[in-house]
């Protein structure tokens, strides 16, 4: 009986049989006829040495050694799925697509880091606040409260924000009462910031542009038109290097989070490291 291995091709039939526990649908599964299959088993049978299926009509058992020989087979073919694709990652790089503010002010300012590591790939970065098809991206970070149907989320951060602006209007605040009477960037969560801050249903007055971003929401805060209310996680480096102030310390938090979505059943591994680094990244203390 020869000692070389048996073709890999035969041995990843046998793999497919065992798991379908039938030829035909084993063929179908590797794109060949049940003839060609029965025959790849019965060459292998005789290569080895050893029965590997008992037949009942169209139905297959795995023998005992069978059963072992297919066992060892599947995790050596998931080895190779594994390293074929890390390869293909490391050659094509990652289409990661986020929202523009998030991609600008907290991932990409990162990415150097990302980088520095021995297993980082290329990332190709796509900023979109839509969410594209399911096959146009490896990772999707998109802002909200869950829910995307097809993709498998996981909340990276809660939504935060807090009142910011200029050196100079915040000069004349002593109070967060006083902010009521400044001209407020619109956002929905200005009602929810005053009452969280104690501050009853001031009138507020809004700022007559009402901006697409936060990011422009930023420039014009920089600029003296007014408040806008920002997350200190996204907007922490215009306070640390003087263009904004956050005059008071209350951060209304969630129930909206950024997540990173996947597609359902995802095992590549760039793929997973890189969403286990965004993961870490985001519980770092000086995530903002």
Not at 99 to 119: G, K, N, S
Not at 192 to 200: N, T
């Amino acid at each position: 009986m020869s000692k070389r291995l048996p073709a890999l091709e035969s041995l990843r039939v046998l793999e497919a049989c065992a798991r379908h526990a039938n030829f035909t649908r084993a063929a179908a599964e590797l794109g060949v006829t049940p003839a060609a299959v029965s025959l790849r088993i019965r060459d292998l049978e005789a290569e080895l040495g050893v029965a590997l299926f008992r037949r009942s009509g169209p139905s297959v058992t795995p023998t005992e050694a069978g059963a072992a020989l297919a066992g060892r087979m599947a995790k050596a073919l998931g080895l190779i799925r594994s390293a074929v694709e890390e390869c293909r990652d490391a050659a094509d790089g990652l289409r990661v697509t986020a929202v523009p503010t998030f991609a600008m002010r907290w991932l990409t300012p990162r990415l150097a880091a990302y980088h520095a590591l021995p297993d980082a790939v290329p990332i190709r970065l796509d900023v979109s606040a839509e969410l594209r098809p399911a096959g146009g991206f490896d990772i999707a970070i998109r802002t909200g409260d869950g829910g995307w149907p097809g993709f498998d989320a996981t909340a990276l951060m809660p939504v935060d924000a807090t009142p910011m602006l200029s050196p100079a209007l915040a000069a004349r605040l002593s109070s967060p009462a006083d902010l009521a009477a400044l001209p407020l960037l619109p956002h929905d969560g200005w009602r929810r910031w005053f009452r969280e801050a104690g501050v009853e249903a001031p009138a507020l007055r809004f700022y007559a542009d009402d901006y697409p971003t936060h990011e422009l929401d930023a420039a014009a805060a920089i600029e003296g038109a007014g408040v806008a209310l920002l997350s200190p996680r996204l907007f922490g480096a215009l306070m640390r290097d003087g263009k904004l102030v956050q005059p008071f310390p209350h951060v209304i938090s969630g129930p909206a989070a950024h997540h990173i979505l996947l597609r359902p059943g995802e095992a590549r591994p760039a793929v997973l490291r890189f969403r286990a680094w965004l993961e870490e990244e985001a519980r770092r203390p000086d995530a903002g």
